[in-house]
């Protein structure tokens, strides 16, 4: 029974294309109010407003919004008003829709109707959008991109060094125990000026100087020019001479995408700390041992800054994948890890923990504890992360650094680095 003089409340669902959009307005009964589509313009924007507005939209309460994406202009354009706005997965869309037809019918105008009574139904089920601030959304996305680079970097020094060793070992060997490998500025530039082991073995130590000199190099260039010039010199099998030439102009090739990869990661990782700097939030998390500019950015970018966005610190782990999920039916019960979780934030956590053991005496202690209660090297660190999680919740809520005196208490003293990872 509908109290008279209350608005009845309207719930919206958009199913979103590339170049337009269905939009389904439905109360609190079900009954379809509204249905249009929209271009994905700004035109079209208005169109959603307007309708919207037509349906009691107002600044003090915005309709709701259900939508298959976190990403894009159009979410991006409805945050920007206030409302709450929630990604739904898409293969919950589908097992709504089947709640309302069983012959598996399918269209973007079924779909948006779908979303919208997704929210009229279980909308206390699902979690809108974070209201996180600008800076926050400009931090998360340079360290995503950030992210993004150095897998590609990975992914482009596999395909080199796999191309180099079917025709070019000593290349190999002779970057084998450097940090960076192929990826070093060094090893670079020499295999630019020399993309084929003949080539190599005929470089001079004068240019093998002038190249280290090129790639930035300061220290001990004329006994590293001594030592490649030796190991290029060296008997190595080759491959036919028309066929290394021809892997030599592939060799270039992969070269210039690692190049670019390697371009890409230093400068977005350099605008992403920059950014992650000007945060308030910044010396909360760079405080926790184990995190520097860029790992702290990696971690704003994914809990952003709305302190609303996760009830308590358990939600915070499970969300970060640190918390066990236990499987119990009948006298069976199980305690496990957690596979669905952010990815990202996961990734940075075991880096995290790891930078910790040697920056913290009490996360030794604690990651010590663990293996000799039976944890493997990588469930002890999940562990150690777990806790750094609720740690790092509390210190957010209430505006407080790290205290290594309260994180772990009654540790004895070790001699360790407190300086920032």
């Known amino acids: 029974m509908e109290i008279v003089g209350l608005p009845t409340p309207v719930f919206c669902g958009i199913d979103w294309a590339e170049d337009h959009h269905d939009i389904a307005l439905v109360d609190a009964g079900g009954k379809q109010l509204a249905k249009l589509r929209i271009s994905d313009d700004a035109a079209g924007f208005a169109q959603l407003t307007g309708l919207l507005a037509g349906h009691g939209d107002t600044e003090q309460a915005p309709i709701p919004v259900a939508i298959e994406t976190s990403r ?13 706005v929630f990604a739904i997965n898409p293969l919950a869309v589908a097992r709504y829709r089947d709640r309302h037809s069983v012959s ?29 601030s600008e800076l926050a959304q400009a931090v998360a996305v340079l360290a995503r991109a950030q992210q993004d680079a150095v897998w590609d970097r990975g992914q482009a020094h596999n395909k080199l060094r796999s191309q180099l060793r079917e025709f070019y070992p000593s290349v190999l060997t002779a970057f084998a125990d450097k940090r960076d490998g192929l990826c070093s500025r060094e090893a670079r530039t020499i295999l630019a000026a020399a993309p084929t082991p003949t080539a190599a073995a005929k470089l001079t130590r004068r240019r093998l100087q002038s190249l280290l000199r090129q790639a930035g190099r300061l220290r001990g260039i004329e006994a590293e020019a001594d030592r490649l010039h030796e190991v290029f010199r060296r008997e190595y099998l080759h491959q036919l001479p028309q066929v290394e030439a021809a892997l030599g102009h592939q060799t270039s090739a992969l070269l210039r995408q690692l190049d670019t990869a390697c371009r890409n990661a230093d400068q977005l990782e350099k ?52 918390a066990p999920v236990t499987r119990a039916s009948g006298k069976s ?37 663990r293996k000799e209660a039976g944890d493997r090297h990588v469930a002890a660190q999940r562990n150690l992360f777990n806790r750094f999680m609720g740690m790092l919740f509390h210190c957010l809520q209430v505006g407080a650094t790290y205290d290594e005196t309260k994180a772990f208490p009654n540790q004895p003293p070790a001699e360790f680095s407190t300086e920032a990872a």
Not at 346 to 368: I, K, M, N
Request: charged share 25%; with cysteine.
């Open 72 to 84: 894009g202009l159009l979410v991006a354009r409805l945050r920007a008003t206030g409302r709450q």
């Open 104 to 132: 598996r019918k399918k269209s973007d105008a079924v779909d948006a109707a779908a979303l919208a009574n997704i929210l009229r139904v279980d909308m206390a089920a699902h979690r809108p959008l974070p209201a996180d």
């Open 271 to 322: 605008a992403a700390a920059e950014a992650f700097e000007q945060h308030p939030d910044a010396p909360i998390i760079r405080s926790f041992p184990g995190l520097g500019s860029l790992t702290g950015a990696r971690v704003l970018a994914e809990i952003g800054d709305d302190r609303t966005r996760f009830a308590n610190a358990g939600s915070l782990k499970a969300y970060a994948g640190s």
């Open 333 to 369: 019960c199980v305690v496990m890890s957690r596979r669905v979780k952010n990815q990202r934030l996961a990734a940075v956590g075991y880096v995290w923990a790891f930078v910790s053991l040697t920056r913290s005496p009490g996360a030794r202690a604690h990651y010590d504890r």
